[in-house]
């Protein structure tokens, strides 16, 4: 077997143990073994610091993201993401949204507001154009009191 396998190969067969084994294998090596540990139990404590340093570092990020998140004018709350996205867009192609300091509620509410203004203006419009028509069907109506 030894002429067969050569001094490399798994030619020993030690009592208490399934098959054959090489050289190596077979007589062991306490030292090698110990130095294998320290060096696994050094690589995954250098692994564990690296991971912790990772987490750190994306809490860390994921803080100034935060502290950067812009609060509404209007009531004080901070922006949700989609709503944050949304102000940023300024693109060439996409519209840029007319109120970038407001949240999405006081948004809708400013564009309520702005529309009810728009409407009673139009509103005060006409009645003034109804009332100057009217003055003007009586050529005489500033000389009545
Ligand atoms: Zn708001």
Known sequence: MLREHGPDGAVFHRFGRSGFQTLVDAIGNPRRDTALARLRKEEAAKAAEYKAEQQRLAEEKEREREARRPVCTGCGTRFTDTRWEAVQASDWGQKRDKHPKLCEDCKAKAIQTKRDEAAAAK?????????????????????RT
């Open 123 to 143: 509103k005060k419009q006409k009645e003034e154009a109804a009332e100057a028509e009217r003055k003007a069907k009586r050529p005489f109506a500033r000389f």
